[in-house]
């Protein structure tokens, strides 16, 4: 760089440049004052010309660039603009974002890194492969509706066993506490394949392994007690509700804080997990594609291990344990061995995703009854789908992975409406929740086009439009962030005094 102080002339913007591109100088930076406006108007004319960037002070609209407050640590980056309204502002904002993120961000992105490029090279995996499965190496890469793909956990092929390590990375990477993706190993992901390897693995011989440990946690048991050193474990099944914090119930919040030990299902945000006491013990469910029947079994192996060593067990679910969430096996399951399970219920996600995609599911002359399926059956099978019924909100839950085999199953087989009205929701009541508006017959394109941001489900019916209605000729309309985030952040902030 060569500085020279003389006095300036537009024909600088043609000579002052490198020899390799002609002279033609690479960016332009405005500092003149506002008494100078026809002068910069006149060089953001001749920099459009020249195809040169410029960016002038405290003018956005004579910039086809702006200068970033800028944080950098390890391969993290990030820049923040106000589009020339206030560098004070800018710089106050990105404080208040590197504060929100974990100390350890650099560490992370460095062992995610480092984790995509093992298992690329040790699993034989094309970049194509592997790009769907964790993201290009392009951070503005769009996001696809890969990421939940149905996997028959029983029945899977060689090239979707090839792919585990790359699939469960992805899920670990959507899932998992941010501030824990920077612990995870290697080994962590080739023990998790080894463990529940589906050629060897099915659920009737899991249940048969839990069956034949009884008899050691009973002689423990008998053990402690002629030792005097028995204490009775506890167990709860809560439903921490579809993700905000203000949906999270003061009971739900009363186990969370006198727990020993947190079971989680994947699901549940980070919002929630972050009123769980540091101190606590936890363990986030590894229910990924292709693996849900072996997680939920190493979850009650778990559970049993905890309540036998005489310890508060949580057993935490997203929504609410009895919709969807196999409460009642594991109430079974736990009171067969002993134990009998608290159940606190939690506000499903099949009717706070009505609310907050202001869509009222019963409504007068509209909709008269509510109704809540799955899109997936056990081991992966579509399920018993229901006949349409004009005057019914539907709400299906596990059902985006697999759309473009429910909508012909209901179109065609059960005579739904292809116009029938339909909305997508998103990580209902979180911070970066998304709403889908589309229609029946448009559904499964616009999931592709839109790409999947898990967990989600689908609302249909008519009572779609009662509130909003899909813009005529518009195929699809995207609506993006949740309304009540400030009202979440002063719920939150209070809760935390109570930590």
Not at 24 to 29: L, M, N, R, S, Y
Not at 125 to 137: M, P
Not at 205 to 230: E, I, M, P, Y
Not at 306 to 320: H, M, P, S, T, Y
Request: with cysteine; hydrophobic share 35%; net charge neutral.
């Amino acid at each position: 760089m060569i500085w020279k102080q003389k006095s300036f002339v537009l024909e600088d913007l043609r000579t002052n440049g490198r020899e390799e591109v002609d002279k033609i100088v690479d960016k332009c930076f405005v500092t003149l004052s506002d008494k100078d406006y026809e002068l910069k108007k006149t060089i953001y004319q001749e920099c459009l010309k020249l195809r040169i960037p410029i960016t002038t002070t405290d003018c956005p609209e004579l910039c086809t660039f702006t200068m970033l407050s800028t944080y950098v640590k390890g391969d993290f980056g990030l820049g923040i603009t106000t589009s020339g309204k206030g560098c004070r502002l800018a710089n106050r904002m990105k404080r208040e974002i590197v504060n929100s993120i974990p100390s350890n961000i650099d560490k992370i992105i460095e062992n995610i890194g480092t984790l995509k490029h093992k298992i690329q090279k040790e699993d034989n995996i094309e970049d194509e492969q592997l790009n769907d499965l964790i993201g290009g190496s392009e951070d503005d890469s769009m996001t696809t509706s890969k990421l939940n793909t149905l996997i028959y956990e029983f029945k899977q092929n060689k090239e979707q066993k090839k792919l585990k390590r790359a699939r469960w990375l992805s899920q670990i990477v959507e899932y998992y506490p941010l501030s824990k993706l920077a612990s995870i190993s290697i080994e962590e992901l080739s023990d998790l394949s080894s463990n529940y390897n589906n050629e060897e693995f099915n659920g009737d011989d899991s249940k048969n392994r839990l069956l034949d440990s009884d008899d050691t946690r009973k002689n423990n048991k008998l053990q402690k007690v002629s030792n005097g050193s028995a204490k009775k474990g506890s167990i709860s099944l809560i439903g921490s509700g579809p993700g905000s914090v203000s949906l999270l119930t003061l009971g739900a919040l009363s186990e969370i804080l006198s727990a020993d030990l947190v079971l989680s299902d994947k699901l549940v945000p980070q919002q929630v997990l972050d009123m769980i006491p540091t101190k606590t013990e936890t363990f986030i469910a590894r229910k990924f594609p292709g693996n849900a029947e072996a997680a939920q079994n190493q979850l009650l192996e778990m559970g049993l291990k905890a309540l036998d060593e005489g310890k508060k067990v949580i057993r935490l679910k997203q929504g609410d344990p009895y919709i969807f969430g196999r409460g009642g096996e594991e109430f079974t399951f736990f009171e067969s061995h002993g134990y009998s399970p608290l159940v606190l219920p939690g506000i499903t996600s099949a009717l706070a995703s009505t609310i907050v995609s202001d869509i009222p599911a019963t409504h007068r002359d509209v909709a008269d009854q509510v109704l809540i399926c799955t899109g997936t059956g056990r081991r992966g099978v579509l399920p018993n789908l229901p006949e349409y019924n004009t005057s019914r909100t539907t709400v299906f839950l596990m059902a985006l992975h697999r759309v473009v085999e429910l909508v012909p199953e209901l179109i065609n087989n059960k005579k739904w409406d292809p116009n029938l009205p339909v909305a997508i929701v998103e990580k209902a009541s979180s911070p970066d929740q998304r709403i889908v508006r589309t229609t029946l017959g448009n559904v499964a394109e616009v999931v592709q086009i839109v790409g999947s941001r898990p967990p989600g489900l689908l609302v249909t019916g008519w009572a779609c439009t009662v509130l909003k209605k899909l813009p005529e000729g518009s195929k699809y309309i995207v609506e993006e962030g949740y309304q009540n985030i400030q009202h979440d952040n002063e719920i939150k902030s209070f809760l935390n005094l109570l930590k």
